[in-house]
């Protein structure tokens, strides 16, 4: 099974500041197979980021997604106000165990 | 619009059992893999289960290896969760995901609670 890290657990930032959350695997995932999901209170998660670093529809220009090997990266340039949620990191190809991490709360200072 | 509605949660004692089902539409069901991802209160997400398009090949989490089974009817454009011998850390939200091994989760359920409780 490949564990993903994900750091820090919260980060407490202002609207307008960039937020960059780190995703750190066991072992090495092919960037085609790393997706990143922002879940709000009492909703389902909503897809960001999948193969590493490629927007979802209609996800904003402001989520980016970057990294390879054991080390992978989301960054908000721009915290707007509906920004402020958990955000994790899933592998869905390195192997037949899917996993996610265990998120990073954004939350506002 | 994809739409995925997940129904037969509820409350259910220690070593009992529940199914699952997800029933799909908006999309060509078969031609996409499902999983099962569930959220413990409070908790972040675990992936449970995943099955291919054509039901082939399927997978479970080591935490539920053994007593979960996942599966698919294609004709009915629904995804199953068969959950047997049920544990209290089995409790949570259980959602039905449009995706799977090779392809990202790009549509989710409302999720459906799961509570194991005597």
């Known amino acids: 099974e490949i564990v993903l890290t994900q750091s820090p657990g919260t980060l407490s930032l202002s609207p307008g500041e960039r937020a960059t959350l780190s995703c750190r695997a066991s072992?090495?995932?092919?960037?085609?197979?790393l997706a990143w999901y922002q879940q709000k209170p009492g909703q389902a998660p909503r897809l960001l980021i999948y193969?590493?670093?490629s927007r979802a529809t209609g996800i904003p220009d402001r989520f980016s997604g970057s990294g390879s090997g054991t080390d992978f990266t989301l960054t908000i340039s721009r915290l707007e106000p509906e920004d402020f949620a958990v955000y994790y990191c899933q592998q869905y190809g390195s192997s037949p165990l899917l996993t996610f991490g265990g998120g990073t709360k954004v939350e506002i200072k | 619009e994809v739409q995925l509605l997940e129904s037969g949660g509820g409350l259910i004692q220690p070593g009992g059992s529940l199914r699952l089902s997800c029933a799909a539409s908006?999309?060509?069901?078969?031609?996409?893999?499902m999983s099962w991802v569930r959220q413990a209160p409070g908790k972040g997400l675990e992936w449970v289960s995943g099955i291919s398009g054509g039901g082939g090949s399927a997978n479970n989490a080591d935490s539920v290896k053994g007593r979960f089974t996942i599966s698919r009817d294609n004709s009915r454009n629904t995804l199953y969760l068969q959950m047997n011998n049920l544990r209290g850390e089995d409790t949570a939200v259980y959602y039905c995901?449009?995706?799977?091994?090779?392809?990202?989760?790009?549509?989710w359920g409302q999720g459906t609670l799961v509570t194991v409780s005597s």
């Open positions: 072992q090495s995932v092919s960037s085609t197979y």
């Open positions: 193969g590493a670093s």
């Open positions: 908006g999309f060509t069901f078969s031609a996409y893999a």
């Open positions: 995901a449009k995706g799977g091994r090779w392809s990202p989760s790009d549509s």
